[in-house]
């Protein structure tokens, strides 16, 4: 008797199983490529910058987003595609600028710079804005230059209490974390090869 029930129980199980994974009603719709719209967002949106966590402390690239005053940085690391970079272990030091500085570049160069085919200069111009590292703006003031994640070196300089990176002052500081976001007042720009 107690097989019997098992079977029927085991029975039912299978029934409600096979009832539950039957769709009905309208299916996703496809793209031309005969993926389905959940699918095509999923492939383009991959890597690190693209998981959800809202139990850690924010990372760089999710204290930028974060930010109003940031949305242009946000939106040239989106076309640079570089999110992914942003999310990493670390630790970095990101001198991110606000929407203002960007506003103070030359008519025209933030759009242009936003076309894909100026990706890699725009990843350039991004990279020069980040390093290795998470220090305080105190500490910042112990170095002359710092190397940059494209390669290149900028100059700190110290003016009074102030510090100035590649002539762009830091204004505040975030802790993130995998490292820091020093806000500043202006765009860097790397010096030309």
Do not use: R, W
């Amino acid at each position: 008797m107690k097989s019997t029930i098992k079977l029927s129980m085991m029975g039912l199980f299978l029934l409600l199983m096979v009832v539950s994974s039957c769709k009905q009603g309208p299916q996703n719709d496809t793209t031309a490529s005969g993926q389905n719209d959940t699918e095509a967002i999923l492939e383009n949106n991959k890597g690190q910058a693209f998981i959800e966590d809202d139990g850690s402390t924010p990372n760089v690239l999710q204290i930028a987003i974060g930010s109003p005053d940031h949305s242009t940085l946000v939106a040239a690391v989106q076309a640079a595609e570089l999110e992914n970079a942003l999310v990493n272990a670390g630790p970095l030091m990101v001198f991110a600028p606000t929407n203002t500085a960007f506003d103070a570049l030359p008519e025209g160069t933030v759009e242009n710079l936003l076309k894909p085919e100026n990706k890699d200069a725009l990843a350039n111009i991004l990279k020069y804005h980040v390093t290795p590292g998470n220090y305080s703006k105190d500490f910042l003031k112990n170095f002359k230059k710092l190397g940059q994640a494209n390669d290149q070196n900028v100059p700190v300089e110290i003016k009074g209490d102030d510090v100035f990176v590649g002539g762009a002052k830091i204004i505040a500081s975030v802790p993130a974390g995998n490292g820091i976001v020093h806000v500043v007042d202006k765009v860097i720009l790397p010096p030309k090869e």
